[in-house]
């Protein structure tokens, strides 16, 4: 069975609309492992506009399950990645204007700074995937790096699944997800999935974790979180071909 990581940003960004300490995103990580989560994922953004350093700090040491920092390339945010030591490190594209993350990082424009960091980190001994199109091209280059693993970016796909012709990018998916198979890279997936989205996915036997944020801290607002954790895990648990 594919692992669950809940991402907790947008708790964070309840959090900072009002500037004070609610709702906790301590709270929020014990929710969702004690729900059957395996791990908690955050985005350390350079603007800081939701996760901030004190809670990669806390988070360290409160998470039991997998630990998950996303990051891009900035040196503010390696200097305390590599104080805090996470117990995964996932490289992401970042701009500053944007809502979310938008793509996949274009490792051909950034090659050489990325294998030398993801050099650094491994060395650490801490394990690192690098957000990547569902391209085998990038899975590739992904592995050239040094990075163990690729999350492969599902955001196309799901928005393809909204307008109902997705087979496309479905298909990109599959078949990066078998060269990366192929090639022996650690294989992750997440952004924008849901309990819906991802029935088509869950056949691709070689992912190992899901890394979903957005919809399940929505579905909380209806359901809770606890509720929201354990609707997506039943669909793991009980994955179809």
Do not use: W
């Not at 395996?38 to 409160?62: F, M, P, S, W, Y």
């Not at 997936?189 to 890394?211: K, S, T, W, Y």
Request: glycine share 8%.
């Amino acid at each position: 069975m594919a692992k669950l990581c809940v991402n907790i940003d947008h708790v964070a960004t309840l959090r900072q609309a009002r500037g004070g300490i609610e709702p906790s995103v301590l709270s929020a990580a014990k929710i969702c492992e004690e729900a059957g989560a395996n791990g908690i994922t955050v985005h350390l953004r350079e603007d800081r506009r939701h996760i901030q350093d004190r809670d990669i700090i806390d988070l360290k040491k409160a998470v039991k399950g997998t630990f998950n920092l996303e990051m891009a390339f900035a040196d503010d945010v390696i200097a305390i990645a590599k104080t805090v030591r996470p117990d995964l490190i996932t490289i992401v594209p970042e701009k500053r204007e944007e809502l979310t993350t938008e793509g996949g990082l274009d490792l051909s424009n950034n090659f050489d700074r990325a294998k030398s960091i993801i050099g650094e980190f491994v060395e650490m001994g801490i394990t690192v995937s690098i957000f990547i199109e569902p391209d085998i091209k990038a899975v590739e280059l992904s592995q050239k790096t040094g990075a163990q693993y690729v999350e492969l970016h599902t955001g196309t796909y799901c928005e393809a699944f909204e307008k109902g012709n997705y087979s496309h990018e479905l298909n990109r998916i599959f078949e990066a997800a078998e060269y990366a198979k192929k090639i022996g890279m650690g294989l992750n997936a997440g952004h924008g999935l849901d309990r819906f989205n991802i029935v088509p996915i869950l056949p691709i036997e070689n992912i190992q974790e899901f890394n979903i944020g957005y919809s399940i801290i929505s579905r909380s607002v209806f359901v809770g979180l606890e509720n929201a954790v354990k609707e997506l895990l039943s669909l793991l648990n009980n994955k179809v071909d």
